[in-house]
């Protein structure tokens, strides 16, 4: 449950959008006008505003209620958006330059942006008024903001206009800078802004030197800067602020919302701005839509428990294929005869009736699953973030949404690492760490592996780690596999039967089912398209490029 202060802290982050015309007003015009300077950001109580204000942007809901961050997964090989809206047209490789979900996400980070901008812009007049101590740290929590919100416009679209104050209408043709430059300003704020940061935040949900850190990290690994990705979580590590959770499957539930493995989250309150997570993960059967749903592939890739792919295990057994696997395989994702929101889930088109465990005496109850043409198309559903909480407060879940947890770190700092060549004990253990922690519990990495074959045992701790949290978006673009796992069918189970034999899995991890003989039953829930020149970012939007003639659209587009 949340504390009083992390209650108090999201009432004030929300209510600053209704609570002042003004701060509507002055802080929601980007990037062709400016606000008026003549009275607001005078003294602590509108510094604390508009602070806040600039933490809103956060909670941006992206396409169909669910929070932006965590779309991303459905545009990745790991999962599907069923809805047939812009994002699922940006998943399948055909979106063009006015994709309303673009268009979308534009808009939404640069507000992020220019709140940012506005702050920083005015906060020259606050010395002598605000306590040094105080307005510096809050200013290195709007600078951390404005990097977090450029590092995802400078990913999904690959280098874009880099604003650090708020322009005229003069102004406003801007060229877009190169993703490297945008890449090196959000690390070099990051290295400003560190010292200015308190190690454990006052307030749950303010940014803390570890969070800035993890931007860092995260910046750096994505663009292939080894050396500071390391140097960042290497740092983070040492700081000592964080831990791994001993229950995995905890950390993606309330209860797990103040573990020491959150580093940053996206804070949520019920009824004052929430998303709508529950009714899209649900089950029919609890009455969700089961919208968004991981695929066939993302299944299969968890290894057995005695550290090896499902083709190579003797521990493998197609006739009980969920057995003896990664234990995140089923805190990440509702398989088959599993209970989910007090209802045994269940697909098969033969099982009308199933276990409903809500009430005092287990009943029977009609299978939606099985008879809801709109059920979940792959056979699976995701169980991160979905919690039984909600089930009488479907529409209005308020669980936060992770941005950087602990285990993300060691993971960024082994790759870095390994792609470094530098592979000594400490990256053993950064893996190892993850892997043997109490609930998941598999075998160790040993040592003297070669770069290759490190190289592929972090991509598939990544993906086993990290699968359902919007991150493997841009581990396929990096690792430059996109092109293979996005090009062609995405499957999902077959609906009346089990997979005769286990599919190949290859070094990446990645899921084969030429040798399965009866993948033509697999069901195809749609077949994608990625071309490599131009499917590693998305378009610039239409609209800005007519608006802003500086600005140049993302090749093919």
Same mark, same amino acid.
């Given at each position: 449950?949340?504390?009083?202060?992390?209650?108090?802290?999201?009432?004030?982050?929300?209510?600053?959008?209704?609570?002042?015309?003004?701060?509507?007003?002055?802080?929601?015009?980007?990037?062709?006008?400016?606000?008026?300077?003549?009275?607001?950001?005078?003294?602590?109580?509108?510094?604390?505003?508009?602070?806040?204000?600039?933490?809103?942007?956060?909670?941006?809901?992206?396409?169909?209620?669910?929070?932006?961050?965590?779309?991303?997964?459905?545009?990745?090989?790991?999962?599907?958006?069923?809805?047939?809206?812009?994002?699922?047209?940006?998943?399948?490789?055909?979106?063009?330059?006015?994709?309303?979900?673009?268009?979308?996400?534009?808009?939404?980070?640069?507000?992020?942006?220019?709140?940012?901008?506005?702050?920083?812009?005015?906060?020259?007049?606050?010395?002598?008024?605000?306590?040094?101590?105080?307005?510096?740290?809050?200013?290195?929590?709007?600078?951390?903001?404005?990097?977090?919100?450029?590092?995802?416009?400078?990913?999904?679209?690959?280098?874009?206009?880099?604003?650090?104050?708020?322009?005229?209408?003069?102004?406003?043709?801007?060229?877009?800078?190169?993703?490297?430059?945008?890449?090196?300003?959000?690390?070099?704020?990051?290295?400003?802004?560190?010292?200015?940061?308190?190690?454990?935040?006052?307030?749950?949900?303010?940014?803390?030197?570890?969070?800035?850190?993890?931007?860092?990290?995260?910046?750096?690994?994505?663009?292939?800067?080894?050396?500071?990705?390391?140097?960042?979580?290497?740092?983070?590590?040492?700081?000592?602020?964080?831990?791994?959770?001993?229950?995995?499957?905890?950390?993606?539930?309330?209860?797990?919302?103040?573990?020491?493995?959150?580093?940053?989250?996206?804070?949520?309150?019920?009824?004052?701005?929430?998303?709508?997570?529950?009714?899209?993960?649900?089950?029919?059967?609890?009455?969700?839509?089961?919208?968004?749903?991981?695929?066939?592939?993302?299944?299969?890739?968890?290894?057995?428990?005695?550290?090896?792919?499902?083709?190579?295990?003797?521990?493998?057994?197609?006739?009980?294929?969920?057995?003896?696997?990664?234990?995140?395989?089923?805190?990440?994702?509702?398989?088959?005869?599993?209970?989910?929101?007090?209802?045994?889930?269940?697909?098969?088109?033969?099982?009308?009736?199933?276990?409903?465990?809500?009430?005092?005496?287990?009943?029977?109850?009609?299978?939606?699953?099985?008879?809801?043409?709109?059920?979940?198309?792959?056979?699976?559903?995701?169980?991160?973030?979905?919690?039984?909480?909600?089930?009488?407060?479907?529409?209005?879940?308020?669980?936060?949404?992770?941005?950087?947890?602990?285990?993300?770190?060691?993971?960024?700092?082994?790759?870095?690492?390994?792609?470094?060549?530098?592979?000594?004990?400490?990256?053993?253990?950064?893996?190892?760490?993850?892997?043997?922690?109490?609930?998941?519990?598999?075998?160790?990495?040993?040592?003297?592996?070669?770069?290759?074959?490190?190289?592929?045992?972090?991509?598939?701790?990544?993906?086993?780690?990290?699968?359902?949290?919007?991150?493997?978006?841009? %581990?396929?673009?990096?690792?430059?596999?996109? +092109?293979? *796992?996005? /090009?062609?069918? &995405?499957?999902?189970? #077959?609906?009346? =039967?089990?997979?005769?034999?286990?599919?190949?899995? %290859?070094?990446?991890?990645?899921?084969?089912? +030429?040798? *399965?003989? /009866?993948?033509? &039953?697999?069901?195809? #829930?749609?077949? =994608?398209?990625?071309?490599?020149?131009?499917?590693?970012?998305?378009?610039?939007?239409?609209?800005?490029?007519?608006?802003?003639?500086?600005?140049?659209?993302?090749?093919?587009?």
């Amino acid at each position: 449950m949340k504390t009083m202060k992390q209650v108090k802290f999201i009432i004030i982050f929300l209510g600053v959008i209704t609570a002042s015309s003004c701060s509507k007003k002055y802080l929601e015009r980007f990037p062709l006008d400016s606000p008026s300077t003549a009275t607001f950001l005078s003294n602590e109580a509108e510094l604390d505003m508009a602070v806040t204000g600039s933490y809103q942007p956060l909670q941006f809901i992206g396409e169909d209620a669910v929070p932006f961050i965590l779309t991303l997964e459905y545009v990745s090989d790991n999962g599907w958006e069923r809805n047939p809206n812009q994002l699922q047209i940006i998943g399948k490789g055909i979106a063009t330059s006015d994709n309303g979900y673009a268009k979308t996400v534009w808009d939404a980070l640069y507000v992020g942006v220019s709140r940012c901008n506005f702050i920083l812009s005015n906060a020259d007049r606050l010395n002598g008024v605000v306590a040094a101590d105080k307005l510096n740290r809050v200013l290195g929590e709007v600078r951390f903001l404005r990097a977090y919100y450029y590092f995802y416009l400078n990913e999904v679209f690959g280098g874009v206009p880099l604003l650090t104050k708020t322009v005229s209408l003069a102004e406003s043709q801007v060229a877009r800078n190169t993703k490297e430059e945008v890449v090196n300003f959000i690390i070099s704020e990051m290295d400003a802004i560190a010292s200015a940061l308190p190690v454990v935040a006052g307030q749950m949900g303010r940014v803390t030197r570890g969070a800035s850190l993890a931007l860092k990290s995260r910046a750096a690994l994505f663009n292939k800067k080894w050396d500071a990705a390391a140097k960042a979580a290497s740092d983070l590590m040492q700081l000592g602020s964080n831990e791994l959770h001993g229950n995995y499957g905890e950390v993606f539930t309330y209860s797990g919302m103040t573990s020491p493995e959150i580093i940053f989250a996206i804070q949520y309150l019920r009824s004052m701005g929430t998303h709508g997570i529950s009714r899209r993960f649900y089950s029919r059967t609890a009455n969700g839509f089961s919208s968004k749903v991981p695929a066939q592939v993302v299944v299969d890739s968890y290894e057995c428990t005695d550290g090896l792919t499902i083709d190579k295990s003797p521990l493998y057994d197609p006739t009980k294929p969920w057995d003896n696997r990664d234990p995140r395989l089923n805190f990440s994702i509702v398989l088959p005869q599993t209970r989910f929101i007090g209802y045994v889930f269940e697909t098969h088109p033969d099982s009308l009736l199933t276990w409903d465990y809500n009430g005092s005496v287990p009943q029977r109850v009609a299978n939606a699953d099985a008879i809801n043409p709109l059920a979940t198309f792959t056979g699976y559903l995701w169980r991160k973030y979905a919690s039984p909480e909600d089930l009488n407060n479907i529409d209005q879940p308020d669980i936060n949404v992770i941005v950087f947890r602990y285990a993300e770190i060691l993971l960024n700092y082994a790759e870095a690492k390994v792609e470094l060549n530098q592979i000594d004990q400490s990256v053993y253990d950064a893996i190892n760490l993850i892997r043997q922690r109490p609930s998941v519990n598999m075998p160790p990495i040993t040592a003297g592996k070669t770069q290759a074959e490190m190289r592929f045992i972090v991509r598939r701790e990544r993906r086993s780690e990290l699968a359902g949290e919007g991150v493997r978006w841009f %581990d396929i673009r990096r690792w430059e596999i996109a +092109e293979t *796992v996005m /090009n062609g069918p &995405l499957l999902g189970r #077959i609906r009346d =039967r089990l997979l005769s034999n286990a599919p190949r899995v %290859d070094d990446n991890g990645l899921p084969h089912y +030429e040798n *399965v003989t /009866n993948a033509n &039953l697999m069901r195809v #829930i749609e077949t =994608r398209t990625f071309k490599k020149d131009r499917d590693n970012v998305w378009p610039i939007p239409q609209s800005e490029l007519e608006t802003n003639k500086a600005l140049e659209q993302n090749p093919n587009y």
